[in-house]
């Protein structure tokens, strides 16, 4: 018998009894982990699936340039746009300057001490905090205390605070990768520390805070809670021209709609849905687009 | 002699350093940077300053075992109770129910990407899979009050239905769960897949080398190993649910309710938030303090789970890196 199993080639060498069983299982277990894996992608397909199919219909040129309505099929987005583009735009003019500014000043001039560690811990506990608290801290500063109103102001300051930690980490990464040989190299020719940064370490370092600023801002765009503590669930049948304006965003017109009874309503928030999502689906592509032609090789 | 004397000696660094139009555009710049980074600490103390100056003119009108030790919120009709376990309850109860889903889900996804998928594959899914985590939870939210529970929960608990006993209410907090368990599928998810692929090499080869399978490999080596860094991505997924507004708000409806049955309707304390909030309640009345009291309550739980998520991140790192 011994001298039977010695004179099998290696290759037919095939498990039985509970070897075999065990090799069954784990050869099943990747269909099943596979399976799991793409339960997510499956929601997002049948997601993706059900809202065009409910709201493809009222997608039309009068659905984006309409005022909201009572009436769900005259009923529009062209406020809820306007207050999005306008609150958006002064959130990125906010938070632009001061979150590089906090990531340059961390990676490039703050000493290596205990504050700078009070610091970054402050940001990334900062950064978990729930968008709903954000919503009440602007209620309550903003909106309240500096007498801003439920305007386009204070929207954007309370969504400037809110993204501001997850930029600023991702910032401080991109100008990590910038080669410490260069920063070297400033400072021997004789750069200031100021001039190394604006001219050495800050154009490497763009394409990675860019891409973190634009996942910061689709961020912003489908936010509703903040806005809603601040007093953006009202009705906009004007253009804003002012950030003293009260406004309204498509998310919180979402909200309005997803709420109402009707179906016809339902219709209008899948339609509103499809709007928000290319545009954030768009933002979140040119993020992609640019994380992947500035990578280093 | 003459080499000492500073006016012929070659300028130092420390000589360049005291020019002086430059050393003071130097510390401006350097000063309004520090500036931007004060806004962060700033905000820190904002927060904490605003929940608990107006908890504390709450806690005036509302006594300490009121708050915490009553059952029931009343906060809108006579006679008014404001017992936060009840909201308390309702925050649990989604927590529960979507960790039921999203967290065998999010494994299986961790454990195939990690130890069964080919690079390239990983390269396309996980993105993919990240992609859930990008989309605003207000679409979640309609998705969970108009597909999950008219379209699938109600006809599946209809008259006489085998599967739910009894009738399930139209605002749900299993409705809201499944959402909110797809919401947190990729923070799960990816997390944990991060941790798995730091477990050293060495622990797979040598249990390889041993006989054992892949399943075996993955679910008693590496899972095991990376260990502290599941339950992180399990404490922030938490985290992420107890802080959800507008999924709860629209689909688990706003009944306060101390109960952890999947079928009632529910309300989590953001979800009694985001209601005062569209009320406009009046500055200085109790509802608008109780805004602040059932905030601060919030923010303390979320801060803990973020904090415990960090130190088990940390511990994680120093024993493999």
């Not at chain 1, 009923?75 to 735009?89: D, F, K, N």
């Not at chain 1, 501001?164 to 190299?185: F, H, K, N």
């Not at chain 1, 996942?215 to 809603?228: H, K, P, V």
């Amino acid at each position: 018998m011994a001298v039977e199993r010695a004179a099998a080639p290696l290759a037919t060498l095939a498990a039985s009894g509970a070897v075999a069983r065990r090799q069954a299982v784990s050869r099943g277990s990747r269909y099943v982990l596979l399976g799991a894996t793409l339960i997510g992608v499956a929601v997002l397909l049948f997601l993706g699936y059900e809202t065009v199919d409910q709201g493809w219909s009222r997608l039309s040129i009068d659905f984006l340039t309409n005022y909201p309505s009572r009436f769900a099929d005259r009923a529009g987005l062209r406020s809820s746009i306007l207050g999005t583009v306008w609150v958006l735009s002064l959130t990125i003019v906010l938070a632009i300057p001061v979150a590089i500014g906090t990531a340059i000043w961390m990676e490039e001039f703050a000493p290596r001490n205990k504050l700078l560690a009070l610091v970054q811990l402050n940001l990334a506990n900062l950064a978990g905090v729930p968008s709903i608290i954000y919503g009440i801290l602007g209620l309550a500063v903003f909106v309240r205390f500096l007498d801003l109103g439920p305007s386009i102001l204070a929207g954007a300051l309370t969504l400037t605070l809110m993204i501001l930690p997850m930029t600023v980490i991702a910032s401080q990464e991109a100008i990590r990768q910038v080669p410490s040989s260069i920063r070297e190299g400033a400072l021997a020719l004789g750069s200031t520390r100021w001039q190394m940064v604006r001219y050495h370490v800050l154009p490497g370092a763009m394409p990675g805070i860019m891409t973190a600023l634009i996942l910061a801002i689709s961020r912003a765009a489908g936010e509703t809670a903040a806005l809603i503590m601040i007093g953006a669930f009202t009705f906009i049948a004007f253009d804003n021209t002012s950030v003293q304006d009260d406004f309204t965003t498509v998310p919180v017109q979402i909200y309005n709609w997803t709420i109402r009874p009707q179906e016809a309503f339902r219709q209008n928030a899948a339609a509103a849905i499809i709007v928000l999502m290319v545009a954030i689906l768009t933002m979140n592509l040119a993020a992609a687009i640019i994380r992947e032609r500035f990578r280093r090789p | 002699m003459m080499e000492t004397t500073p006016r012929r000696r070659a300028p130092t660094a420390d000589d360049l350093r005291r020019r002086p139009m430059r050393h003071l555009n130097e510390r401006l710049i350097e000063l309004a940077l520090a500036a931007c980074a004060t806004v962060s600490l700033v905000t820190t103390v904002a927060i904490v300053f605003v929940l608990f100056s107006e908890t504390a003119t709450f806690f005036q009108e509302v006594s300490f075992q009121d708050f915490f030790l009553e059952t029931e919120w009343q906060p809108l009709f006579n006679p008014v109770s404001f017992g936060i376990w009840e909201l308390v309850a309702g925050t649990v109860n989604v927590v529960i129910w979507s960790l039921v889903f999203a967290l065998p889900v999010g494994l299986a996804a961790a454990i195939y990407l990690s130890e069964y998928a080919h690079p390239n594959t990983r390269r396309i899914l996980k993105p993919v899979l990240e992609a859930l985590a990008g989309v605003p939870t207000v679409v979640y939210a309609y998705f969970a009050l108009t597909v999950v529970t008219q379209d699938i929960l109600i006809p599946l608990a209809g008259e006489d239905d085998a599967i739910f006993g009894d009738r399930i209410s139209f605002f749900n907090s299993l409705g809201a769960s499944l959402m909110l368990a797809v919401m947190i599928l990729p923070t799960i998810a990816s997390i944990s897949e991060d941790a798995m692929a730091n477990v050293p090499r060495d622990l797979r080869e040598a249990a390889y080398g041993l006989g054992a399978t892949r399943l075996e490999v993955a679910t008693r080596v590496v899972l095991p190993a990376a260990l502290s860094g599941v339950v992180a991505a399990v404490l922030l997924a938490i985290a992420r649910v107890v802080g959800e507004t507008m999924i709860v708000a629209i689909a688990a409806g706003s009944t306060p309710n101390l109960t952890l049955s999947p079928l009632e309707s529910i309300q989590t304390m953001t979800g009694y938030m985001l209601q005062v909030g569209l009320g406009d309640a009046a500055r200085g009345t109790v509802d608008y303090q109780s805004l602040f009291a059932v905030g601060a309550v919030l923010f303390v739980m979320t801060l803990a789970l973020n904090i415990g998520a960090q130190v088990l991140v940390n511990r994680f790192r120093e024993v493999y890196e």
